[in-house]
């Protein structure tokens, strides 16, 4: 069974920043894409940014273009998120998960395995 592990989440003011890790085991995280995914209170899950299984390829959403930054070291079977200039609105649970296609898709259906969530809370 695959396991995800989030760590990194937490309190911070708006304008700083927070670096999200993902711990991957029981599977063979150098042939899985990479997501993550976020929901805050009243919304839908929505799509935040992903990465190709060789780390080649990124995605990111619009509103996150310029301040996160995704990146994976397979060694490691870890993916993290840079968090910067964070905002009142960047608060939600963030979600990491695998995709085995191996391509990284934007639409949460595509990902087998996800993790438990951690908490980013922004304040303004």
């Known amino acids: 069974q695959v396991q995800l592990v989030e760590s990194g989440g937490g309190l911070v003011q708006a304008g700083g920043s927070l670096r999200l890790s993902c711990a991957a085991s029981g599977g063979t995280f150098s042939n899985y894409a990479m997501g993550w995914f976020r929901q805050a209170p009243g919304k839908e899950r929505e799509f935040v940014a992903a990465?190709?299984?060789?780390?080649?390829?990124?995605e990111y959403a619009d509103s996150v273009k310029g301040r996160f930054t995704i990146s994976r070291d397979n060694a490691k079977s870890t993916v993290n998120l840079q968090m910067n200039s964070l905002k009142p609105e960047d608060t939600a649970l963030y979600y990491c998960?695998?995709?085995?296609?191996?391509?990284?898709?934007?639409?949460?259906?595509?990902?087998?395995?996800w993790g438990q969530g951690t908490q980013v809370t922004v304040s303004s």
């Open positions: 990465i190709s299984w060789s780390g080649s390829r990124t």
């Open positions: 998960a695998a995709d085995p296609s191996g391509w990284g898709s934007v639409f949460s259906g595509s990902y087998h395995y």
